[in-house]
Nanobody
Framework: QVQLVESGGGLVQPGGSLTLSCTATGTIFNTNAMGWFRQSPGKQRAWVATKTTGGLTHIADSVTGRFTISRDNAKNTVNLQINNLKPEDTAIYYC????????????WGRGTQVTVSS
């Protein structure tokens, strides 16, 4: 079992910045992907960013240039830095973990709320 805990969400003003963090614990496969989805009011959960233990990075086109993903493989931690926040970034941000080449499917955190408002 893999457990994920997110932190760093909150209320911020448009144009501000925020960094989200997620730490995975449990039985971690040594090759894996970790990243973020988000779900805004009235929308389906959408993929945001992914980073693998091997260093591959993918960012959704909709947020490229404002969002940066990083991770620490030794600590099983992934971060999401969000710059120039916009009201449409308001969402619950969910961290995920997925083994690559191992058993088991995707694991999810409980989510952290990001609200962008004046």
């Amino acid at each position: 079992q893999v457990q994920l805990v997110e932190s760093g969400g909150g209320l911020v003003q448009p144009g501000g910045s925020l960094t989200l963090s997620c730490t995975a614990t449990g039985t971690i496969f040594n090759t894996n992907a970790m990243g973020w989805f988000r779900q805004s009011p009235g929308k389906q959960r959408a993929w945001v960013a992914t980073k693998t233990t091997g260093g591959l990075t993918h960012i959704a086109d909709s947020v490229t240039g404002r969002f940066t993903i990083s991770r620490d493989n030794a600590k099983n931690t992934v971060n999401l830095q969000i710059n120039n926040l916009k009201p449409e970034d308001t969402a619950i941000y969910y961290c995920y973990y997925e083994p690559i080449g191992g058993e088991g499917g995707r694991s999810w955190g409980r989510g952290t709320q990001v609200t962008v408002s004046s």
